[in-house]
């Protein structure tokens, strides 16, 4: 449900912050990283000698509110000793809160003045709702977000084949087969992959939705929260929500079938013009070298046919087919069937 959270502490006065830089530094030096300097700018400065806390980055800077702390914090090191697929559970918030401000309380101890308050105090700037899927047809689902929607003020930097990024001001999408992930960054091994697997014969998907600080005020504001507190944010309706929309802004709902099961699907409740329609839309998505809905219906509207387009993707979800069929055939293996990740969500929240 959790991954990496960014929390951020704004300093009262310049004296504490660069007190608490000094104690940061010195223990960054006996880990081996010293705090330096982030992108070139003489005021910020980045760390990642405390990765052991699950403190993915140490930041410190002046930044739009002051002379801040920022701390990429993954709860799930410390709870699941450092399993590196592991997530942390809608249970979990007590024992993270409780890891992170004896963390807060040693380095307290360590400056001889209280320099940190404890977790309630700081706010979010990014919090990552996420799920895994375990299945063993990742890079089919990868492609199915790339033949999806782009939701307005969406874009795609690059296009990869084991994973899926796309991003706006707000929030990332951030959708991957995590063993890949393992083996290209971390270099991981096959044997250390069956490991973690046990040795089952399958992947995993990581489906993860990044929200920075404007998707959080949104969040803050439709959920009603009393501040933007990780206490607040750690909620399942919350990231039940997040996971379930914006994955169904993409590729719908509906489960994934082979272009002849969707057109069986169409033929029991279309007849004559609309199934025709309808069908040309499933079987130009499926002999597409890339296929893309969005091409399709940026095409269409060009013609001035965007509700016609509209209407037909309408219609092909209410048969309870998607628009976007399956490859006949996935590293040489038949595969008719595939569930849509948004019923995996509801799923894992029920």
Same mark, same amino acid.
């Given at each position: ?53 699950? @403190? ?55 400056? =001889? ?120 944010? @750690? ?68 013609? =001035? ?46």
């Amino acid at each position: 449900m959790v991954d990496t959270i960014d929390v951020e502490y704004i300093f009262s006065n310049k004296k504490d912050y660069n007190n608490c830089f000094i104690l940061f530094d010195s223990i960054a030096e006996k880990n081996g990283e010293c705090l330096h300097k982030q992108d070139r700018n003489r005021y910020r400065y980045i760390t990642s000698a405390f990765n052991d806390f699950g @403190w993915l980055k140490v930041k410190f800077g002046v930044y739009e509110r002051g002379y801040a702390l920022r701390i990429s914090w993954k709860p799930s090191t410390h709870i699941y000793n450092k399993n590196p697929i592991a997530l942390s559970k809608p249970g979990d918030y007590l024992q993270a809160e409780e890891y992170f401000n004896s963390v807060i309380s040693q380095l307290n101890h360590q400056a =001889g003045k209280e320099l940190l308050p404890h977790l309630d105090y700081w706010n979010v700037q990014r919090f990552d709702y996420a799920i895994n899927l375990y299945t063993p047809y990742t890079r089919e689902y990868v492609r199915l977000f790339y033949a999806g929607f782009i939701p307005k003020g969406f874009h795609i930097p690059h296009t990869y084949t084991t994973s899926f990024y796309m991003k706006s001001n707000s929030l990332k999408y951030n959708i991957y087969d995590k063993c890949e992930h393992l083996k290209q960054k971390y270099h991981y091994k096959d044997e250390d992959i069956n490991s973690l697997l046990k040795g089952r014969d399958i992947s995993i998907l990581r489906l993860e939705i990044q929200c920075f600080a404007k998707e959080i005020a949104r969040i803050k504001e439709k959920f009603l929260l009393p501040n933007r507190s990780v206490k607040a944010l @750690w909620q399942p309706d919350i990231a039940r929500d997040i996971l379930a929309k914006r994955t169904s802004a993409i590729i719908g709902s509906e489960d994934i079938f082979t272009y002849e099961q969707s057109t069986d699907m169409l033929l029991h409740k279309y007849a004559n013009r609309t199934y025709e329609n309808c069908e040309a839309i499933i079987r130009r998505m499926a002999t597409m070298k890339a296929p893309s809905l969005q091409l399709i219906k940026e095409v269409l509207a060009d013609h =001035g046919a965007r509700n016609m387009f509209n209407s037909l993707v309408y219609k092909i979800r209410k048969s309870g087919a998607n628009p976007i069929p399956l490859e006949s055939c996935y590293d040489g293996t038949d595969i008719s069937y595939l569930i849509n990740p948004y019923n995996c969500v509801m799923a894992y929240f029920h």
